[in-house]
Protein backbone atom coordinates (compact mmCIF):
# COMPACT_ATOMS: atom_id res chain seq x y z
CA UNK A 1 0.00 0.00 0.00
CA UNK A 2 2.41 2.20 0.93
CA UNK A 3 4.28 1.29 -2.55
CA UNK A 4 1.65 2.66 -4.02
CA UNK A 5 1.03 5.61 -2.79
CA UNK A 6 4.48 6.44 -2.92
CA UNK A 7 3.95 5.98 -6.58
CA UNK A 8 1.05 7.81 -7.14
CA UNK A 9 2.46 10.65 -4.92
CA UNK A 10 5.50 10.71 -7.24
CA UNK A 11 3.82 10.71 -10.47
CA UNK A 12 1.62 13.60 -9.08
CA UNK A 13 4.91 15.35 -8.40
CA UNK A 14 6.10 14.42 -11.85
CA UNK A 15 2.71 16.14 -13.32
CA UNK A 16 2.74 18.79 -11.36
CA UNK A 17 6.82 19.41 -12.35
CA UNK A 18 5.86 19.03 -16.11
CA UNK A 19 2.74 21.25 -15.36
CA UNK A 20 5.18 24.37 -13.69
CA UNK A 21 7.06 24.05 -16.24
CA UNK A 22 5.07 24.44 -19.16
CA UNK A 23 2.87 27.53 -16.86
CA UNK A 24 6.79 28.70 -16.93
CA UNK A 25 7.09 28.46 -20.80
CA UNK A 26 3.60 29.81 -21.62
CA UNK A 27 4.62 33.06 -18.68
CA UNK A 28 7.67 33.53 -20.82
CA UNK A 29 6.11 33.10 -24.13
CA UNK A 30 3.15 35.94 -23.09
CA UNK A 31 5.76 38.43 -21.49
CA UNK A 32 7.60 38.16 -24.84
CA UNK A 33 4.38 39.22 -26.92
CA UNK A 34 3.89 41.55 -24.26
CA UNK A 35 7.10 43.16 -24.45
CA UNK A 36 6.85 42.67 -28.59
CA UNK A 37 3.64 44.69 -28.95
CA UNK A 38 5.06 48.27 -28.38
CA UNK A 39 7.37 47.99 -31.00
CA UNK A 40 5.28 46.82 -33.47
CA UNK A 41 3.17 49.70 -32.82
CA UNK A 42 5.72 51.64 -33.56
CA UNK A 43 6.32 49.68 -36.59
CA UNK A 44 3.03 50.67 -38.32
CA UNK A 45 2.22 53.04 -40.95
CA UNK A 46 -0.63 55.25 -41.28
CA UNK A 47 -2.57 53.18 -43.68
CA UNK A 48 -2.25 50.28 -40.77
CA UNK A 49 -3.48 52.57 -38.28
CA UNK A 50 -6.59 53.27 -40.20
CA UNK A 51 -7.25 50.04 -40.76
CA UNK A 52 -9.80 48.01 -39.02
CA UNK A 53 -9.05 45.47 -36.35
CA UNK A 54 -9.35 42.38 -37.28
CA UNK A 55 -10.07 39.22 -35.02
CA UNK A 56 -7.86 35.93 -34.69
CA UNK A 57 -10.41 33.65 -36.98
CA UNK A 58 -10.11 36.44 -40.18
CA UNK A 59 -8.89 35.63 -43.19
CA UNK A 60 -6.28 38.06 -45.01
CA UNK A 61 -6.71 38.26 -48.41
CA UNK A 62 -5.21 40.70 -51.03
CA UNK A 63 -6.89 44.05 -51.62
CA UNK A 64 -9.90 43.93 -54.65
CA UNK A 65 -9.35 45.48 -57.83
CA UNK A 66 -11.21 48.41 -57.61
CA UNK A 67 -14.20 48.58 -60.52
CA UNK A 68 -13.96 50.45 -64.02
CA UNK A 69 -15.89 53.52 -63.90
CA UNK A 70 -18.87 53.33 -66.62
CA UNK A 71 -18.74 55.84 -69.07
CA UNK A 72 -21.81 58.65 -68.56
CA UNK A 73 -24.79 57.16 -70.90
CA UNK A 74 -24.82 59.96 -73.69
CA UNK A 75 -27.23 59.99 -77.10
CA UNK A 76 -24.45 61.63 -78.85
CA UNK A 77 -20.98 60.07 -78.71
CA UNK A 78 -18.60 62.43 -79.71
CA UNK A 79 -15.22 60.86 -81.49
CA UNK A 80 -12.02 62.31 -80.33
CA UNK A 81 -10.78 64.87 -82.40
CA UNK A 82 -8.45 63.83 -85.60
CA UNK A 83 -5.13 65.29 -83.81
CA UNK A 84 -5.16 62.03 -81.85
CA UNK A 85 -4.47 60.25 -84.79
CA UNK A 86 -1.75 60.33 -86.47
CA UNK A 87 -2.31 61.38 -90.25
CA UNK A 88 0.62 59.43 -92.56
CA UNK A 89 3.64 60.38 -94.67
CA UNK A 90 4.27 58.20 -98.51
CA UNK A 91 5.10 54.54 -97.92
CA UNK A 92 3.54 54.19 -94.32
CA UNK A 93 0.42 52.13 -94.11
CA UNK A 94 -2.85 54.18 -94.49
CA UNK A 95 -4.81 52.58 -91.45
CA UNK A 96 -6.69 53.78 -89.73
CA UNK A 97 -8.19 55.96 -92.53
CA UNK A 98 -9.74 54.14 -95.38
CA UNK A 99 -8.39 53.72 -99.15
CA UNK A 100 -10.67 57.01 -99.85
CA UNK A 101 -10.63 58.24 -97.03
CA UNK A 102 -8.77 61.93 -96.99
CA UNK A 103 -8.42 64.74 -94.18
CA UNK A 104 -10.67 67.22 -93.75
CA UNK A 105 -11.60 70.72 -92.49
CA UNK A 106 -15.37 71.92 -91.85
CA UNK A 107 -14.19 75.38 -93.29
CA UNK A 108 -12.60 73.99 -96.36
CA UNK A 109 -13.54 72.72 -99.45
CA UNK A 110 -14.20 68.83 -98.75
CA UNK A 111 -15.52 67.82 -102.32
CA UNK A 112 -12.46 66.54 -105.11
CA UNK A 113 -12.59 69.09 -107.82
CA UNK A 114 -11.76 68.37 -111.85
CA UNK A 115 -9.91 70.15 -113.75
CA UNK A 116 -11.06 71.22 -117.28
CA UNK A 117 -7.79 68.95 -118.53
CA UNK A 118 -9.04 65.54 -115.75
CA UNK A 119 -6.91 66.38 -113.17
CA UNK A 120 -7.99 65.98 -109.75
CA UNK A 121 -7.47 68.52 -106.51
CA UNK A 122 -8.47 68.13 -103.13
CA UNK A 123 -7.76 70.46 -99.86
CA UNK A 124 -5.95 67.99 -98.31
CA UNK A 125 -3.80 64.84 -99.30
CA UNK A 126 -2.74 62.36 -95.80
CA UNK A 127 1.41 63.91 -96.49
CA UNK A 128 -0.17 67.63 -96.71
CA UNK A 129 -3.10 67.95 -93.58
CA UNK A 130 -0.61 67.84 -90.56
CA UNK A 131 1.75 70.82 -92.28
CA UNK A 132 1.47 73.98 -89.86
CA UNK A 133 -1.30 76.82 -90.85
CA UNK A 134 1.57 79.38 -91.40
CA UNK A 135 3.19 77.79 -93.95
CA UNK A 136 0.39 75.72 -96.02
CA UNK A 137 -1.47 78.96 -95.94
CA UNK A 138 -5.02 76.98 -94.93
CA UNK A 139 -6.54 75.46 -91.53
CA UNK A 140 -5.35 72.03 -89.92
CA UNK A 141 -7.54 68.94 -91.02
CA UNK A 142 -9.74 68.49 -87.85
CA UNK A 143 -10.98 64.78 -88.88
CA UNK A 144 -11.52 62.97 -91.90
CA UNK A 145 -13.90 62.64 -95.24
CA UNK A 146 -14.72 58.87 -93.37
CA UNK A 147 -15.64 61.15 -89.73
CA UNK A 148 -17.12 64.45 -91.25
CA UNK A 149 -20.81 63.60 -91.21
CA UNK A 150 -20.55 61.74 -88.04
CA UNK A 151 -18.87 64.56 -85.82
CA UNK A 152 -21.49 67.00 -87.57
CA UNK A 153 -24.20 64.75 -86.60
CA UNK A 154 -23.13 64.33 -83.17
CA UNK A 155 -22.60 67.95 -82.73
CA UNK A 156 -25.67 69.32 -83.79
CA UNK A 157 -27.40 66.84 -81.57
CA UNK A 158 -25.42 67.86 -78.57
CA UNK A 159 -26.32 71.47 -79.15
CA UNK A 160 -29.79 71.02 -79.47
CA UNK A 161 -31.49 67.33 -78.35
CA UNK A 162 -34.63 68.46 -80.78
CA UNK A 163 -32.00 67.88 -83.76
CA UNK A 164 -32.09 64.13 -82.87
CA UNK A 165 -35.02 62.57 -84.43
CA UNK A 166 -34.65 64.70 -87.50
CA UNK A 167 -30.75 63.16 -87.82
CA UNK A 168 -32.00 59.58 -87.09
CA UNK A 169 -34.96 60.13 -89.86
CA UNK A 170 -32.86 61.37 -92.62
CA UNK A 171 -29.26 60.50 -93.99
CA UNK A 172 -27.75 63.21 -95.58
CA UNK A 173 -25.66 61.54 -98.56
CA UNK A 174 -24.06 64.27 -100.10
CA UNK A 175 -21.89 64.63 -96.86
CA UNK A 176 -21.35 61.11 -96.42
CA UNK A 177 -18.02 59.21 -97.05
CA UNK A 178 -19.56 58.54 -100.81
CA UNK A 179 -20.88 61.68 -101.02
CA UNK A 180 -17.35 63.27 -100.35
CA UNK A 181 -16.06 60.77 -102.87
CA UNK A 182 -17.61 62.32 -105.51
CA UNK A 183 -15.98 64.14 -107.78
CA UNK A 184 -17.11 67.78 -109.24
CA UNK A 185 -16.21 70.16 -111.98
CA UNK A 186 -16.54 73.26 -110.67
CA UNK A 187 -16.93 75.56 -114.23
CA UNK A 188 -19.64 72.92 -115.58
CA UNK A 189 -21.83 72.81 -112.05
CA UNK A 190 -21.50 76.94 -111.76
CA UNK A 191 -22.69 77.05 -115.68
CA UNK A 192 -25.10 74.98 -114.85
CA UNK A 193 -26.64 76.86 -112.35
CA UNK A 194 -26.97 79.91 -114.13
CA UNK A 195 -28.60 77.81 -117.01
CA UNK A 196 -31.37 76.62 -114.28
CA UNK A 197 -32.31 80.30 -113.44
CA UNK A 198 -35.99 80.76 -113.48
CA UNK A 199 -36.92 77.31 -115.53
CA UNK A 200 -37.92 74.09 -114.45
CA UNK A 201 -35.77 71.33 -114.19
CA UNK A 202 -36.46 69.66 -117.70
CA UNK A 203 -36.14 72.71 -118.75
CA UNK A 204 -32.52 73.00 -117.75
CA UNK A 205 -31.86 69.59 -117.97
CA UNK A 206 -32.70 69.86 -121.92
CA UNK A 207 -30.34 73.46 -122.20
CA UNK A 208 -27.58 71.88 -121.02
CA UNK A 209 -28.35 68.71 -123.20
CA UNK A 210 -27.93 70.91 -126.38
CA UNK A 211 -25.35 73.13 -124.86
CA UNK A 212 -22.95 70.35 -124.73
CA UNK A 213 -24.07 68.71 -128.06
CA UNK A 214 -22.73 72.27 -129.62
CA UNK A 215 -19.26 71.33 -128.68
CA UNK A 216 -19.54 67.74 -129.58
CA UNK A 217 -20.13 65.90 -133.05
CA UNK A 218 -21.93 63.34 -132.10
CA UNK A 219 -24.92 63.46 -129.20
CA UNK A 220 -23.55 61.65 -126.06
CA UNK A 221 -25.50 60.69 -122.93
CA UNK A 222 -25.13 59.50 -118.74
CA UNK A 223 -21.73 59.44 -117.79
CA UNK A 224 -20.02 60.09 -121.67
CA UNK A 225 -22.19 63.46 -121.30
CA UNK A 226 -21.41 64.13 -117.70
CA UNK A 227 -17.21 64.79 -118.76
CA UNK A 228 -18.07 66.14 -122.21
CA UNK A 229 -19.07 69.55 -121.18
CA UNK A 230 -16.76 72.01 -123.17
CA UNK A 231 -13.43 73.55 -121.60
CA UNK A 232 -13.84 77.00 -120.07
CA UNK A 233 -11.51 77.95 -123.38
CA UNK A 234 -13.62 76.66 -125.47
CA UNK A 235 -16.62 78.62 -124.11
CA UNK A 236 -15.21 81.87 -123.87
CA UNK A 237 -13.92 81.03 -127.68
CA UNK A 238 -17.55 81.33 -129.29
CA UNK A 239 -19.49 84.29 -129.61
CA UNK A 240 -23.00 84.92 -127.65
CA UNK A 241 -25.28 84.10 -130.51
CA UNK A 242 -23.18 80.63 -130.67
CA UNK A 243 -24.21 79.96 -127.28
CA UNK A 244 -27.67 81.37 -127.62
CA UNK A 245 -28.32 77.79 -130.23
CA UNK A 246 -28.96 75.67 -126.87
CA UNK A 247 -32.21 77.96 -126.25
CA UNK A 248 -30.27 80.12 -123.68
CA UNK A 249 -31.49 84.17 -122.89
CA UNK A 250 -29.32 86.74 -124.50
CA UNK A 251 -28.21 87.52 -121.09
CA UNK A 252 -27.72 83.89 -119.78
CA UNK A 253 -25.20 83.14 -123.06
CA UNK A 254 -23.30 86.73 -121.89
CA UNK A 255 -23.41 85.52 -118.16
CA UNK A 256 -22.02 81.99 -119.23
CA UNK A 257 -19.40 83.30 -121.53
CA UNK A 258 -18.14 86.04 -119.32
CA UNK A 259 -17.75 82.73 -116.50
CA UNK A 260 -15.72 80.95 -118.66
CA UNK A 261 -13.48 83.72 -120.05
CA UNK A 262 -12.55 84.31 -115.94
CA UNK A 263 -11.76 80.44 -116.08
CA UNK A 264 -10.17 80.61 -118.94
CA UNK A 265 -7.59 83.82 -117.47
CA UNK A 266 -7.00 81.92 -114.05
CA UNK A 267 -8.97 84.11 -111.86
CA UNK A 268 -10.72 81.36 -111.40
CA UNK A 269 -9.76 77.63 -110.64
CA UNK A 270 -10.30 74.79 -109.37
CA UNK A 271 -7.52 75.23 -106.96
CA UNK A 272 -8.24 78.64 -106.43
CA UNK A 273 -12.09 77.31 -105.11
CA UNK A 274 -10.10 75.07 -102.55
CA UNK A 275 -7.55 77.33 -101.24
CA UNK A 276 -10.20 80.31 -100.86
CA UNK A 277 -11.72 81.13 -97.20
CA UNK A 278 -15.49 81.73 -97.15
CA UNK A 279 -15.12 84.76 -97.44
CA UNK A 280 -13.08 85.31 -100.49
CA UNK A 281 -14.89 82.60 -102.30
CA UNK A 282 -18.14 84.68 -102.19
CA UNK A 283 -16.00 88.09 -103.00
CA UNK A 284 -14.83 86.36 -105.95
CA UNK A 285 -17.96 84.61 -107.44
CA UNK A 286 -20.32 87.15 -107.18
CA UNK A 287 -18.07 89.30 -109.36
CA UNK A 288 -19.27 86.83 -112.25
CA UNK A 289 -21.95 88.62 -113.68
CA UNK A 290 -25.29 86.08 -113.50
CA UNK A 291 -24.37 84.74 -110.10
CA UNK A 292 -25.82 86.24 -107.05
CA UNK A 293 -25.21 85.50 -103.17
CA UNK A 294 -28.00 82.41 -103.17
CA UNK A 295 -26.21 80.78 -105.78
CA UNK A 296 -23.10 81.56 -104.44
CA UNK A 297 -24.59 79.68 -101.39
CA UNK A 298 -25.68 76.80 -103.07
CA UNK A 299 -22.51 76.65 -105.13
CA UNK A 300 -20.28 76.14 -101.80
CA UNK A 301 -22.71 74.06 -99.84
CA UNK A 302 -23.93 71.31 -102.65
CA UNK A 303 -20.49 71.55 -105.03
CA UNK A 304 -17.90 72.46 -102.96
CA UNK A 305 -19.27 70.58 -99.74
CA UNK A 306 -18.38 73.24 -97.10
CA UNK A 307 -19.86 72.41 -93.85
CA UNK A 308 -20.36 75.90 -92.32
CA UNK A 309 -22.35 77.55 -94.91
CA UNK A 310 -25.68 79.37 -94.43
CA UNK A 311 -28.35 81.13 -96.37
CA UNK A 312 -30.88 83.62 -94.42
CA UNK A 313 -32.00 84.72 -97.97
CA UNK A 314 -33.54 80.93 -98.42
CA UNK A 315 -37.10 80.65 -97.39
CA UNK A 316 -37.34 76.90 -97.13
CA UNK A 317 -34.57 77.25 -94.55
CA UNK A 318 -36.25 79.99 -92.89
CA UNK A 319 -39.56 78.12 -93.04
CA UNK A 320 -38.05 75.01 -91.40
CA UNK A 321 -36.42 76.95 -88.96
CA UNK A 322 -39.45 78.64 -87.67
CA UNK A 323 -41.47 75.08 -87.67
CA UNK A 324 -38.57 74.26 -86.08
CA UNK A 325 -38.56 76.38 -82.84
CA UNK A 326 -42.22 75.44 -82.40
CA UNK A 327 -43.89 78.43 -84.69
CA UNK A 328 -46.89 77.60 -86.60
CA UNK A 329 -45.64 78.46 -89.83
CA UNK A 330 -49.68 78.01 -91.76
CA UNK A 331 -50.56 81.04 -90.03
CA UNK A 332 -47.19 83.28 -90.34
CA UNK A 333 -48.00 82.10 -94.18
CA UNK A 334 -51.25 83.62 -94.31
CA UNK A 335 -50.41 86.65 -92.24
CA UNK A 336 -47.90 87.13 -94.47
CA UNK A 337 -45.09 89.81 -94.14
CA UNK A 338 -42.63 89.85 -96.79
CA UNK A 339 -39.46 88.39 -97.11
CA UNK A 340 -39.22 87.22 -93.22
CA UNK A 341 -42.27 86.48 -92.99
CA UNK A 342 -41.18 83.33 -90.78
CA UNK A 343 -38.65 84.64 -88.91
CA UNK A 344 -36.43 87.20 -89.04
CA UNK A 345 -32.59 87.83 -90.38
CA UNK A 346 -31.67 88.41 -86.95
CA UNK A 347 -33.44 85.18 -84.99
CA UNK A 348 -32.02 82.85 -88.14
CA UNK A 349 -28.19 84.32 -87.42
CA UNK A 350 -28.75 83.73 -83.62
CA UNK A 351 -30.25 80.01 -83.77
CA UNK A 352 -28.29 78.92 -86.09
CA UNK A 353 -24.80 80.54 -84.34
CA UNK A 354 -24.03 77.43 -82.11
CA UNK A 355 -24.22 74.91 -84.87
CA UNK A 356 -21.14 76.05 -86.43
CA UNK A 357 -18.93 74.85 -87.72
CA UNK A 358 -21.21 72.64 -88.68
CA UNK A 359 -23.85 74.80 -90.45
CA UNK A 360 -24.77 73.68 -93.65
CA UNK A 361 -26.07 70.50 -92.28
CA UNK A 362 -28.20 72.01 -89.58
CA UNK A 363 -29.40 74.20 -93.03
CA UNK A 364 -30.26 71.08 -94.75
CA UNK A 365 -32.05 69.32 -92.05
CA UNK A 366 -33.88 72.75 -91.46
CA UNK A 367 -34.94 72.18 -95.51
CA UNK A 368 -35.93 68.51 -94.36
CA UNK A 369 -37.89 69.73 -91.26
CA UNK A 370 -40.53 70.97 -94.09
CA UNK A 371 -39.86 68.93 -96.80
CA UNK A 372 -37.97 70.63 -99.50
CA UNK A 373 -36.95 68.11 -101.97
CA UNK A 374 -32.96 69.13 -101.48
CA UNK A 375 -32.47 66.40 -104.10
CA UNK A 376 -33.97 68.45 -106.74
CA UNK A 377 -32.58 71.35 -105.47
CA UNK A 378 -28.71 69.77 -105.45
CA UNK A 379 -29.51 68.37 -109.36
CA UNK A 380 -30.35 72.15 -110.68
CA UNK A 381 -26.87 73.10 -109.48
Known sequence: MSTRITRSASTRSGLSEAQNQKASVTSISNAE??????????????????????????????????????????????????????????????????????????HMTNAPLVT????????????????????????????????????????????DARMEPLVKKHYC?????????????????????????????????????????????????????????????????????FLRQAGLSQRKAEYIQGLAEKFASGELSAKVLIDATYEDLVEKLIAVRGLGLWSVEMFACFTLKRMDVFSTGDLGVQRGMAAFVGRDVNKLKAKGGGKWKYMSEKDMLEIAAPFAPYRTLFMWYMWRAEDVNVDALQDAL
Request: net charge positive; glycine share 4%; with cysteine.
Open 33 to 106: TKASKPSAKKRRTDAEKTSPKLSSTTKMEPPATPPAKRPKKNSAIIRPPIETVALHAPGKDMSPLAANERPAEP
Open 116 to 159: PRGSKLVAYTNETADISPSKSGVPRATTTTGHLLEDACNHLVTV
Open 173 to 241: KMFSPEGLADPVEPFQNLCTGIMSQQVSGAAASSIKKKFIGLFNDEPLEGEEAKWAFPTPQAVAAKDVP
